[in-house]
């Protein structure tokens, strides 16, 4: 079969390789689809895991093969995937802290050497441990809908991170695919999101997710300053009750720690690389109370309800997808994906496309 191998920093080919094989208890997955991810991007461009690897870990496709043990699935199943599925009974799990579970670490599905998600491949390997996270794609909703939900889980994840209640007013800074989902998660749980991002259209299309104020991000000296009073004035001088940065940036951090009200909450999302530091006052957290937090990865407890709104789509997801390249392009979708333009969102890679 034809896969796209990781083979160092900014080295991505396509390559023959083995269809893999599977076990009694495994599933063979035909993919149809597969979403190109910030972490994915980070490892390939900076290098941070050994080569070689087939990356791509949003994926949705077709049972192709079943093995003996295997129950509930049938051969022609439309499935999305879910790569990584806690134990439920460690230490970490006991602390519903899924993501330092020592087997939700590990990654269930592969299309050959190292395990890493294998959806920039024509097939996956779903080995047993991740099979409870398999989800169902609806016959009314594509397979595109179905590679969406382990990044909606991920930002579900988050917004629960958050203790909000109805009417609260939320800063979500970044309005690419991530921070649009929080746009539309946040105004689903009846919060009045206030998104910023650096181009219009995408300040655009968070209007059409809900938020009630937008607005455009600018080096002038003064930009920061006209949000601030922007945030003043909509909540009355009582500041932010949460700040959500879907963008890694110090400034915006620093700013967002300033914008929230005593006993407020900022949530770093985007913030992945390791030994980044950031200059903070720490009286805003001592004294102030303000809590700084961060969320990674998904919650394998909220499929159910991702599900629900992907499918049911009140957060519809079809509307970030942008762009759709070619498994033998999976380079170019990566550039894409780390350097968006005006018109870029989400990104795919179609193993079946021409």
């Given at each position: 079969?034809?896969?796209v191998?990781?083979?160092g920093a900014?080295?991505?080919?396509?390559?023959t390789?083995?269809?893999p094989?599977?076990?009694?208890?495994?599933l063979?997955?035909?993919?149809a689809v597969?979403g190109?991810?910030p972490t994915?991007?980070?490892?390939?461009?900076?290098g941070?895991?050994?080569?070689p690897?087939?990356?791509?870990?949003?994926?949705?496709g077709?049972?192709?093969?079943?093995g003996a043990r295997?129950?509930?699935?049938?051969?022609?199943?439309r499935?999305?995937l879910h790569?990584?599925?806690?134990?439920?009974?460690?230490?970490?799990?006991?602390?519903?802290?899924?993501?330092?579970?020592a087997?939700?670490?590990?990654?269930?599905?592969?299309?050959?050497?190292?395990?890493?998600?294998?959806g920039?491949?024509e097939?996956?390997?779903?080995?047993?441990f991740?099979l409870p996270?398999?989800?169902r794609?609806?016959?009314?909703?594509?397979?595109l809908?179905?590679a969406?939900l382990?990044p909606?889980?991920?930002?579900?994840?988050?917004?629960?991170r958050?203790?909000l209640?109805?009417?609260?007013?939320?800063l979500?800074?970044g309005?690419?695919?991530?921070?649009?989902?929080?746009?539309?998660?946040l105004?689903?749980?009846?919060?009045?999101?206030?998104?910023t991002d650096?181009?219009?259209?995408?300040?655009?299309?968070?209007?059409?997710f809900?938020?009630?104020w937008?607005?455009?991000?600018s080096?002038?000296?003064?930009?920061?300053?006209?949000?601030?009073k922007?945030?003043?004035?909509i909540?009355?001088?009582?500041?932010?009750?949460a700040?959500?940065?879907?963008?890694?940036s110090?400034a915006?951090l620093?700013?967002?720690?300033?914008?929230?009200?005593?006993?407020?909450?900022?949530?770093?999302f985007?913030?992945?690389?390791r030994?980044d530091?950031?200059a903070l006052?720490?009286?805003?957290?001592?004294?102030?109370e303000k809590?700084?937090?961060?969320s990674y990865?998904?919650?394998?407890?909220l499929?159910d309800?991702?599900?629900?709104?992907?499918f049911s789509?009140k957060?519809?997801?079809?509307?970030?997808?942008t762009?759709?390249?070619?498994l033998?392009?999976?380079g170019?979708?990566?550039e894409?994906?780390?350097?968006?333009t005006?018109?870029?969102l989400?990104?795919?890679?179609l193993p079946?496309?021409?």
């Open positions: 079969m034809r896969a191998v990781y083979r900014n080295d991505l080919r396509l390559e390789v083995p269809v094989r599977i076990g009694p208890g495994e063979l997955v035909k993919v597969c190109v991810c994915d991007i980070k490892k390939i461009h900076y941070t895991v050994p080569p690897r087939i990356f791509g870990h949003e994926t949705a077709i049972i192709a093969r079943i295997v129950r509930g699935f049938k051969i022609g199943d499935v999305a790569h990584h599925v806690p134990c439920l009974e460690c230490h970490a799990c006991r602390h519903h802290a899924f993501a330092q579970c087997q939700y670490k590990r990654t269930g599905i592969t299309a050959g050497f190292e395990p890493a998600g294998g920039y491949a097939y996956v390997r779903v080995m047993p991740v996270g398999v989800v794609i609806p016959a009314r909703n594509d397979l809908e179905g969406m382990e909606v889980n991920t930002v579900l994840k988050a917004v629960k958050l203790a209640l109805p009417g609260d007013v939320v979500v800074a309005q690419g695919p991530i921070g649009l989902m929080f746009t539309r998660l105004v689903l749980k009846g919060v009045q999101v206030v998104a650096l181009l219009r259209p995408r300040l655009r299309l968070a209007r059409k809900g938020a009630k937008i607005w455009q991000v080096g002038e000296p003064t930009n920061a300053e006209r949000l601030e922007l945030v003043n004035r909540t009355r001088g009582r500041r932010l009750d700040a959500v940065l879907a963008v890694p110090d915006v620093r700013q967002a720690q300033m914008l929230v009200r005593g006993a407020g909450q900022v949530l770093l985007s913030h992945t690389r030994g530091v950031a006052d720490l009286a805003t957290i001592c004294v102030d809590d700084l937090i961060g990865s998904a919650d394998f407890l499929q309800e991702v599900a629900r709104l992907v789509r957060l519809d997801v079809r509307r970030l997808i762009h759709q390249f070619p033998q392009e999976t170019a979708a990566v894409l994906a780390a350097h968006p005006t018109e870029s989400k990104i795919v890679v079946e496309g021409e």
